[in-house]
């Protein structure tokens, strides 16, 4: 466990571990210790994207999903994680700091409300798009005020 944080707080050093070392040998107390450094590191830091945690230290997304997969407790963290750069993200962009339209096309990456509420629109206007609406008008009167339609020939 040593030579992992070793490896957590310098993931450059010569010595540190292989990706076989950090995927397929990592234990349940290490990925604990991982969900703890992952919240110490969305308090502390000001991230931006929740994968800069993982890909600073030089971790393939591939392994960190299977460490997701692997230990409950990093899972809660990551969402813990995910939720809150989200809500930095959308406090930002409504203050003006990040581009909003940006912020809204990535936000159901970060939030599951919004990503409900999302879908939720998206099959309501997909409901409305497929229904046909008929408009009956009737004749207009003929009255001084309404000119006839006159067809204007190309020649």
Do not use: H
């Not at 990592?26 to 969305?42: F, H, N, P, R």
């Not at 997304?61 to 750069?85: G, H, M, N």
């Amino acid at each position: 466990m040593s030579d992992f944080k070793e490896f957590w707080k310098d993931p450059n050093r010569k010595d540190g571990l292989t990706i076989c070392r950090g995927s397929a040998y990592t234990t349940i107390v290490e990925l604990e210790y991982i969900a703890t450094l992952l919240l110490e590191w969305i308090a502390n830091e000001d991230p931006i994207t929740a994968e800069s945690f993982y890909l600073s230290k030089n971790v393939p997304t591939r392994t960190f999903d299977d460490w997701l997969s692997r230990c409950p407790q990093l899972q809660e963290a990551w969402d813990i994680a995910v939720e809150r750069i989200g809500e930095r993200r959308e406090r930002r962009g409504l203050e003006g700091k990040y581009n909003a339209s940006l912020v809204s096309n990535t936000m159901p990456l970060y939030s599951k409300k919004y990503r409900a509420w999302k879908l939720q629109e998206r099959k309501a206007n997909e409901a409305g798009a497929q229904n046909t609406v008929f408009v009956l008008r009737e004749k207009m009167p003929d009255t001084p005020d309404v000119l006839p339609r006159q067809i204007e020939s190309a020649e």
